[in-house]
């Protein structure tokens, strides 16, 4: 799938103040998330962190989430993943493993292989959902 420019900077945009509301007290790490679906709408998530460290969600699968709850089975057609600007070496982010699973799981339901913009301070790494997670194991298996 491709967007044109102002789709992702649009995109980008909803990733980035998704971002600026993250519940982030321990690491200071910022995520933000924005899925873009085939009917133009997006759904954001931002990183929630948790002092039982184990139970923090990260902004992609928070997205997912709300997406499912609001009924959305498939259509997955973009999704931008912002970090902080002032923390690391500014290269793009990308989606951990659990979120690349969980991302795969949307995807699959509406059979797309979603384009993952990741985004660094000065740079933006487009590749596909199954570049990133290939051989991704999903709900065909269970069938």
Known sequence: MSLDENA???LIAAARAAASHAYAPYSDYRVGSALLFDDGAVITG???ENA???LALC???LA???ALGEGRRGG???VAVTGPQDKGDGSPITPCGRCRQVLNELAQLGGTD???LCVGTN???EVSLSTLLPHAFGPAHLA
């Open 59 to 61: 902004a992609e699968t």
């Open 8 to 10: 992702k900077s649009n």
């Open 52 to 54: 039982s460290y184990g």
């Open 46 to 48: 931002t990183n929630v």
């Open 76 to 78: 997955l057609v973009a």
């Open 64 to 66: 997912t989430a709300r």
């Open 123 to 125: 740079d933006v790494r």
């Open 114 to 116: 979603p384009l993952i």
